[in-house]
């Protein structure tokens, strides 16, 4: 026997962040949605732990326990008293180190197909418990859809979307690190008083009406100069898709994944296109959200 989950990639449409805090970690207002880029991770009973890739970039990819997969059967096995013991397989098609929650989506899906196939009966909220220790983007990935993730982003409301936003995501040469550009972040800011991160009314206001061009208003994203500041030759795509009609360009998360909204499907294939032929970028991607969580398929 053998349990598939397909889960989803997620796009920032806002990052607002806070200074440092003494644990290390920053407070966010995390504007999060999910976006149609899945991969889908296959867990299996076996001797042993252990896991395999395959897909764009799966060389990048850890294959041991440091994998958000492989610590996601290790911590729901650990509450159970059971051995972790599954082949866990993921098919990457979401990128890697490119802000778009990648390894944060295989160890919510590796969550849910662990406990699917072990029978463990752990509710939504022990889930979402095991997904806040793994990482700060891991809830989100379970539940998909559009939230506010406020403390690290693990605390989630669902936001309400009044229609389908189309997206254009152009992948970099190279990736960045998530520690790296908060680093910079903090760099950046040094001497600076840093406002207490909120989300913004208008932003909430434009994704409840399914209004593109008012969300395009209103997106913003805190780590982008950071991003930027790291990898120079973002700015080369940005500028590339809004040369090309997207209603909006940023950063997407930590990077280096830049993503461009646009009005409908056709103007994504455009912008697509535009960007595919513009030599800023390693591949590009359309995809519309949201888009359901983590789902056993």
């Given at each position: 026997?053998?349990?598939?989950v397909r889960v989803p990639a997620k796009?920032?449409?806002?990052?607002?962040?806070?200074?440092a805090r003494p644990d290390g970690f920053?407070?966010?207002?995390?504007?999060?949605?999910?976006?149609?880029?899945?991969?889908?991770?296959?867990?299996?009973?076996?001797?042993?732990?252990?896991?395999?890739?395959e897909g764009p970039d799966a060389a990048?990819?850890?294959?041991?326990?440091?994998?958000?997969?492989?610590?996601?059967?290790?911590?729901?096995?650990?509450?159970?008293?059971?051995?972790?013991?599954?082949?866990?397989?993921?098919?990457?098609?979401?990128?890697?180190?490119?802000?778009?929650?990648?390894?944060?989506?295989?160890?919510?899906?590796?969550?849910?197909?662990?406990?699917?196939?072990?029978?463990?009966?752990?509710?939504?909220?022990?889930?979402?418990?095991?997904?806040?220790?793994?990482?700060?983007?891991?809830?989100?990935?379970?539940?998909?859809?559009?939230?506010?993730?406020?403390?690290?982003?693990?605390?989630?409301?669902?936001?309400?979307?009044?229609?389908?936003?189309?997206?254009?995501?152009?992948?970099?040469?190279?990736?960045?690190?998530?520690?790296?550009?908060?680093?910079?972040?903090?760099?950046?800011?040094?001497?600076?008083?840093?406002?207490?991160?909120?989300?913004?009314?208008?932003?909430?206001?434009?994704?409840?009406?399914?209004?593109?061009?008012?969300?395009?208003?209103?997106?913003?994203?805190?780590?982008?100069?950071?991003?930027?500041?790291?990898?120079?030759?973002?700015?080369?795509?940005?500028?590339?898709?809004?040369?090309?009609?997207?209603?909006?360009?940023?950063?997407?998360?930590?990077?280096?994944?830049?993503?461009?909204?646009?009005?409908?499907?056709?103007?994504?294939?455009?912008?697509?296109?535009?960007?595919?032929?513009?030599?800023?970028?390693?591949?590009?991607?359309?995809?519309?959200?949201?888009?359901?969580?983590?789902?056993?398929?």
């Amino acid at each position: 026997m053998s349990v598939t989950v397909r889960v989803p990639a997620k796009v920032n449409v806002q990052l607002a962040v806070g200074a440092a805090r003494p644990d290390g970690f920053h407070d966010l207002a995390n504007v999060f949605l999910a976006v149609g880029l899945y991969d889908e991770v296959t867990v299996t009973p076996s001797d042993e732990l252990r896991v395999t890739c395959e897909g764009p970039d799966a060389a990048q990819v850890p294959l041991d326990r440091t994998n958000l997969a492989a610590r996601a059967a290790i911590a729901l096995a650990g509450r159970r008293g059971l051995d972790a013991a599954v082949h866990i397989h993921i098919a990457k098609d979401i990128p890697v180190a490119g802000g778009m929650a990648g390894g944060s989506a295989d160890g919510a899906g590796a969550l849910l197909a662990c406990d699917t196939l072990w029978g463990t009966g752990a509710s939504r909220e022990e889930l979402l418990e095991i997904c806040a220790e793994l990482g700060s983007d891991v809830p989100f990935s379970l539940v998909g859809g559009a939230a506010l993730g406020v403390g690290r982003g693990e605390r989630l409301t669902a936001l309400e979307v009044g229609g389908t936003f189309h997206w254009v995501f152009a992948m970099a040469a190279r990736g960045l690190s998530t520690p790296a550009v908060f680093r910079e972040f903090d760099r950046l800011a040094e001497g600076r008083d840093i406002p207490e991160p909120v989300a913004s009314a208008d932003l909430l206001a434009a994704l409840a009406k399914g209004d593109p061009e008012a969300l395009a208003a209103a997106v913003t994203n805190d780590l982008q100069p950071a991003a930027l500041s790291l990898f120079p030759e973002l700015a080369d795509t940005l500028a590339a898709g809004r040369g090309a009609g997207a209603l909006a360009a940023l950063v997407s998360g930590s990077g280096p994944t830049t993503a461009f909204l646009t009005r409908d499907a056709e103007s994504a294939e455009k912008v697509a296109q535009a960007l595919g032929a513009s030599g800023t970028c390693r591949t590009v991607r359309t995809a519309a959200g949201p888009t359901a969580g983590a789902t056993v398929v």
